[in-house]
């Protein structure tokens, strides 16, 4: 019953390097979204995908790509990390993109840029 | 555009007192309304949500929560609070524009405290 599932939970990074995160849902859901969670700022959508192959922009996408190729995993890029991306980050998934639809997160990726 | 606001970013209570986090929304659409809680070094777990079937919803752990659309307020009590509630708690709000989906729109957290 593993629900959304993050790789890695924690990562340091030097400015200008890149990663993926990985984010894998094993309850076929359509939806999948990031967040990025900062302190004082709650959670802030960054991308989200309403199935494979389509993704779209959330409120702070700039820094960040993603795909959708599966309907299981939804990466997320960073081609060359600032200071100002270490954040918490979020993967949350659900049935559909239906606003009534509960989102399911997974524990979350600590990522430290210096 | 949608927003909420969670009113007070720490609220401390004792152990057995009545546990009251406010949320406060905007929206030009019926909102779905959610609270989340969040544990140390955990990710988000749902507590309830509103969907328009009834105002008073009853969640997880004994809480529960009341909208009201008058004062576009969703706020969460509990009657008597836990050592084991104290966490952050998210209020958020849904609703569609267009035909996208647009995730949900977090208020910033409220850090319950809980005193023995």
């Known amino acids: 019953n593993a629900g959304v599932t993050q790789t890695p939970k924690f990562q340091v990074l030097k400015t200008g390097q890149s990663m993926t995160l990985q984010c894998a849902q094993d309850?076929?859901?359509?939806?999948m979204s990031w967040y990025r969670q900062d302190p004082g700022m709650g959670l802030r959508l960054i991308h989200y995908?309403?199935?494979?192959?389509?993704?779209d922009q959330g409120e702070v996408p700039n820094g960040y790509n993603v795909s959708r190729s599966t309907t299981e995993d939804f990466p997320l890029r960073l081609l060359s990390a600032a200071p100002s991306q270490t954040s918490v980050y979020f993967c949350?998934?659900?049935?559909?993109?239906?606003?009534?639809?509960?989102?399911?997160f997974g524990a979350g990726t600590r990522l430290s840029v210096l | 555009a949608q927003s909420v606001t969670q009113l007070g970013s720490h609220v401390s209570v004792s152990e057995g007192a009545l546990v009251l986090l406010r949320c406060n929304y905007s929206?030009?659409?019926?909102?779905?309304l959610f609270w989340y809680v969040q544990y140390p070094n955990q990710g988000l777990q749902l507590l309830l949500k509103?969907?328009?079937?009834?105002?008073l919803v009853k969640g997880i752990n004994g809480f529960e929560a009341e909208f009201k659309k008058s004062e576009t307020s969703f706020h969460l009590t509990k009657p008597s609070a836990h050592m084991s509630d104290a966490a952050e708690y998210f209020c958020?709000?849904?609703?569609?524009?267009?035909?996208?989906?647009?995730?949900?729109?977090f208020g910033k957290g409220t850090h319950l405290i809980i005193q023995p």
């Open positions: 949350a998934s659900s049935m559909t993109g239906r606003r009534e639809n509960i989102q399911y």
């Open positions: 309850m076929n859901h359509e939806y």
């Open positions: 995908s309403v199935g494979a192959g389509i993704t």
């Open positions: 929206s030009s659409v019926p909102p779905y």
């Open positions: 509103y969907t328009s079937a009834a105002t």
């Open positions: 958020a709000v849904s609703i569609r524009s267009g035909g996208g989906a647009d995730g949900l729109t």
